[in-house]
């Protein structure tokens, strides 16, 4: 990757804030992020549950409202419409927590990943069927489970269903929010794996969220640390982890098992 200095970002987020009534008083879920994700980075996005990441994700989805700015290569995305955005959105792709969630449950796996294809591939309907298979063997799954439904599948299976439907618009960054934490620790391993492999065979910029360290350390290669809604350290994997320098952080790292650490 070339420094980061001689690069554009892929995504830039400048003064990103988010807030929400609660019981008639304003909540900041984020307070004032600013960050940039280069092309073939995966920044780590850390902190305890309620932190403000989530939301940091459904705003750069421009799924709720924010403020500040959003940019996609120097391309300013926080003020367009939704039917502006749309091209974009296949640029930006997100993976989420719970897999089911974003499949229909009425629909035959096939039938969800023709809707992506509808969005990313419409002029090519005639050869959705060979993509369809292309992508579910990419993700390590039969062809033939497209002919199944949401609920005849596993946790981690459902996971690489919704990773191959993000993939059929063939998108540039994936926004991972706690992709793998509702998997036991083999299925993980697995998952983290895949994303690896497709990181390098796509040249995939990824922003993956998650509040387990471990997992951190092992895919990304830069760390973000969310603390009450706001960035308070971010740097090289290695230096956040081996020399941090806020207390917030070091408490993070104390809490790993020491023989997990």
Known sequence: ?????????????????????????????????????????????????GCGKSSLALALMKLIPFEGEILYKNIPLHGLSESDFRPYRQKIQMIFQNPASSLNPKLKIKESLSEALALGHPKQKSNWQNLIAEKLLEVGLDPDTQLRYPHEFSGGQLQRIGIARALCVNPEVLICDEPVSSLDVSIQAQILELFTFLKARHQLSILFISHDLRVVRYLADHVAVMHKGAIIENGPTEKVFDAPTETYTKSLLAAIPPDLN
Do not use: C, H, W
């Not at 008639?24 to 549950?49: C, D, I």
């Open 1 to 49: 990757m070339l420094n980061d200095s001689l690069q554009i970002p892929v995504l830039s987020l400048n003064q990103l804030k988010v807030s929400y009534n609660r019981s008639g008083k304003l909540f900041n879920a984020v307070n004032g992020v600013s960050l940039q994700l280069f092309a073939g980075q995966t920044m780590g996005l850390v902190g305890e549950s």
